[in-house]
């Protein structure tokens, strides 16, 4: 009781009364799962946000998937698997892209709210599923990884004349009259390379191997912004957001921490971004918002900035930062979760960066994953 009073604390009110009821498990595995599941996942497998009025994003359902993998949490795989088929794909992932946005609409049901899909949360669901089908021997799960897979192709894959491959956030509102808009933290560089494997004519290893050139083009500093566009064979900044970065850029950071740090691409990643490492060095710490072409930055980053961070000053070899920002994390830890009130994002961030940190879980040379339990 104490921990949920912790968690609504400034958000009770914009919770429905009829909001689930959080699940309980006695397993205690890999705490900081354990802790996120009891206060963001419902007992039917829903993954809530309770900071935006208890809704549920595609890409909540997705990371829930990969971390119960992570966790051998069998039961809470199939649970947030099932939930996510029913409520946000018409029951059948292998045909339809889920709905990004589910909540409670103006009327009172609970539905979905906006049925664009989520580029970033299908990949993460089709990456879930493909490792599920090879650490737990389950095929059914591959077929409908490859099934997904298929989807994004064809909805929200562009190859142009000139080589590129272009991956576009969602197949609506998108594709503009004289430009692409995209968003560079949707390229997990080791995911891609497993979708490479099984997949070896989609545009995966194009799209890893055209990333770094594509961030230094748009960062000279090495500051990702959240938002670009392509235009005329150009990587720009997105005229509509502008260049800041911050909680969408911040994945750019941590997918590079992440690795597989053997690829070739990979060992060009990590100093195109490494700009970043200096900026939170000289400022004393993560900002909440940065600009791509200036050194202008703006306020301080939640402790989920910090937790996605760890993977990156150890690929960085900046142990002092990294010890900095492990103290952070810890010293933001309440009864389990992380900041108070504890909001989903930071917890996703953490589980991410403090997990791979930890130890729970790698990614071999072909993006395959390696969690603690498989080792």
């Not at 808009?181 to 004519?201: E, G, I, K």
């Not at 930055?297 to 402790?303: L, Q, S």
Request: neutral net charge; glycine residues 8%.
């Amino acid at each position: 009781m104490r921990l949920r009073l912790l968690l609504l604390l400034g958000v009770l009110l914009t919770q429905p009364a009829c909001a689930e009821r959080p699940a309980r498990s006695a397993d205690a595995g890999w705490p900081d799962w354990q802790a996120f599941k009891t206060a963001f996942v419902s007992d039917d497998g829903r993954v809530i946000d309770w900071t935006t009025g208890a809704r549920t994003v595609s890409e909540g359902q997705a990371y829930g998937l990969f971390f119960a993998l992570v966790a051998n949490d069998r039961e809470a795989f199939a649970r947030i698997l099932r939930w996510t088929e029913r409520n946000l794909a018409d029951g059948d992932l292998s045909r339809k892209l889920p709905a990004w946005l589910w909540g409670t609409a103006d009327d009172g049901t609970r539905k979905i709210l906006d049925a664009n899909p989520a580029t970033d949360a299908d990949l993460w669901i089709a990456y879930s599923l493909l490792e599920a089908a090879r650490l737990w021997q389950q095929p059914q799960y591959a077929a409908e990884a490859q099934a997904i897979l298929a989807l994004v192709r064809r909805q929200v894959v562009e190859r142009r004349a000139d080589g590129t491959a272009l991956l576009l956030p969602a197949p609506d509102g998108f594709r503009l009259e004289d430009r692409v808009r995209l968003n560079p933290s949707y390229t997990m560089p080791a995911q891609f390379l497993r979708f490479h494997a099984v997949d070896p004519h989609g545009p995966w290893s194009a799209m890893v191997e055209q990333f770094p050139a594509m961030l230094a083009e748009l960062s000279p500093l090495g500051r990702v912004p959240d938002w670009s566009q392509y235009r005329e064979r150009r990587h720009e900044i997105d005229a509509d957001k502008g260049g800041v970065g911050s909680y969408d850029a911040i994945r750019v950071y941590l997918w590079a921490g992440l690795g597989p740090a053997g690829h070739p691409a990979l060992k060009a990643l990590q100093p195109a971004v490494a700009g970043f490492a200096v900026l939170t060095e000289e400022a004393g710490r993560v900002p909440e918002k940065w600009s791509a072409r200036s050194t202008w930055i703006e306020g301080d980053g939640p402790v989920g900035f910090d937790a996605a961070l760890l993977p990156f000053y150890r690929a960085l070899g900046e142990q002092a930062q990294l010890e900095r920002a492990r103290a952070r994390v810890v010293a933001a830890r309440q009864d389990g979760v992380y900041g108070s009130p504890a909001r989903y994002y930071d917890q996703v961030l953490v589980l991410f960066g403090k997990g791979y940190d930890d130890g729970q879980y790698h990614f071999d040379g072909e993006g395959r994953l390696v969690p603690k339990w498989k080792r």
